[in-house]
């Protein structure tokens, strides 16, 4: 008997080829690996939301310590926004109050031309423009007017405020009719550099009869005519600026630049050189009614003259 105590029966064999438990093996639950609790999924989701806030914190005080326009100094922007040009400006005191507090300081606008059709600003406000030129503008060194802008009210402002203010162009070449310069008391008076550009047809001897006075510290006389707009060289043209009386107010002229003005001849150079005897360039370039027969007596006159231009002048 003891010789088949350790075989199998014929049941227990086949059950065991058909990979059942015997009836008499009692299996004992599987215990459950630490990472599939719920107690660690729990820990594991308190870990992340801390990894993550870490994380933010750290890119913050990394960014924080990084060199950034944000951390520049006043003075720093101020001296990069000196290199963009007026519309620019403009542009970047949108960005944000700080940006607008330093593009909107009168250090920056210093040079800014008001002729929209020279790629300057286009004022829309005449009133709102009168007021800010003694906010934004008393610095103003050099300043361009379109033939809208020269009034009486602008003028005044810019004499009383702009103290800086050494460079003026008025143009008045697309101008149909000039302002009444009745009122007209005051005009910048320590200009170095005046510029006029010409009209077809309006004549400005009522408005220079109120600024001769205000013009004696001009040095360089720069006048532009209407030579490319004049179609046909038997059109009449006008006199529209009184060479002969701006030549009494003039007399520290140092450089007189003429460029395409179809009514200048030589008596006209003639009358500026009697009274320009600090004269050192005279320029007369497209004015075709100029022969050249005053030069003679213009370079007796003026001994310090050094440069002379008659490009596209009759010879």
């Known amino acids: 008997m003891l010789l088949f105590k350790g075989l199998k029966s014929k049941q227990e064999l086949e059950d065991e080829k058909a990979g059942k438990a015997p009836d008499n093996i009692k299996w004992l639950p599987k215990k459950k690996h630490f990472r599939d609790t719920e107690e660690w999924k729990q820990k594991r989701r308190r870990i992340i939301v801390k990894m993550k806030v870490l994380g933010k914190l750290n890119l913050n005080l990394?960014?924080?310590?990084?060199?950034?326009?944000?951390?520049?100094?006043?003075?720093?922007?101020?001296?990069?926004?000196?290199?963009?040009?007026?519309?620019?400006?403009?542009?970047?005191?949108?960005?944000?109050?700080?940006?607008?507090?330093?593009?909107y300081s009168e250090n920056l606008w210093t040079n800014v031309s008001f002729r929209a059709s020279h790629g300057g600003?286009?004022?829309?406000?005449?009133?709102?423009?009168?007021?800010?030129?003694?906010?934004?503008?008393?610095?103003?060194?050099?300043?361009?007017?379109?033939?809208?802008?020269?009034?009486?009210?602008?003028?005044?402002?810019l004499a009383n405020r702009c103290s800086h203010l050494t460079s003026l162009t008025l143009d008045f070449s697309t101008a149909m009719q000039l302002h009444d310069f009745t009122d007209l008391q005051t005009f910048p008076s320590r200009l170095k550099t005046l510029t006029l550009c010409l009209s077809e047809n309006i004549?400005?001897?009522?408005?220079?009869?109120?600024?001769?006075?205000?013009?004696?510290?001009?040095?360089?006389?720069?006048?532009?005519?209407?030579?490319?707009?004049?179609?046909?060289?038997?059109?009449?043209?006008?006199?529209?600026?009184n060479f002969y009386k701006l030549k009494q107010f003039t007399p520290?002229?140092?450089?007189?630049?003429?460029?395409?003005?179809?009514?200048?001849?030589?008596?006209?150079?003639?009358?500026?050189?009697s009274n320009t005897a600090h004269l050192e360039c005279l320029c007369v370039n497209y004015c075709q009614k100029v022969t050249g027969t005053c030069l003679k007596l213009v370079m007796q006159r003026c001994k310090r003259l050094k440069s002379l231009f008659l490009a596209h002048a009759r010879k």
């Not at 720093?76 to 940006?99: M, T």
């Not at 003694?134 to 033939?147: D, I, N, P, Q, V």
């Not at 002229?253 to 009514?263: E, I, M, Q, T």
Request: with cysteine; hydrophobic share 40%.
């Open 62 to 103: 990394l960014l924080s310590r990084m060199p950034s326009v944000e951390k520049l100094p006043n003075k720093v922007l101020e001296q990069i926004f000196s290199y963009l040009h007026p519309q620019q400006l403009l542009i970047a005191g949108q960005v944000c109050r700080r940006w607008k507090e330093i593009a």
């Open 121 to 157: 600003i286009q004022v829309t406000n005449l009133d709102y423009f009168v007021n800010l030129i003694g906010h934004r503008f008393t610095k103003l060194r050099h300043c361009e007017l379109a033939t809208d802008l020269i009034t009486p009210n602008v003028l005044h402002e």
């Open 252 to 273: 520290n002229l140092r450089v007189v630049n003429l460029w395409g003005v179809p009514f200048v001849n030589d008596d006209h150079v003639d009358a500026l050189s």
């Open 203 to 241: 004549f400005l001897e009522g408005f220079l009869r109120k600024v001769y006075t205000f013009i004696s510290s001009v040095e360089f006389l720069h006048v532009v005519g209407t030579y490319e707009k004049v179609e046909d060289e038997e059109e009449e043209v006008y006199e529209t600026l």
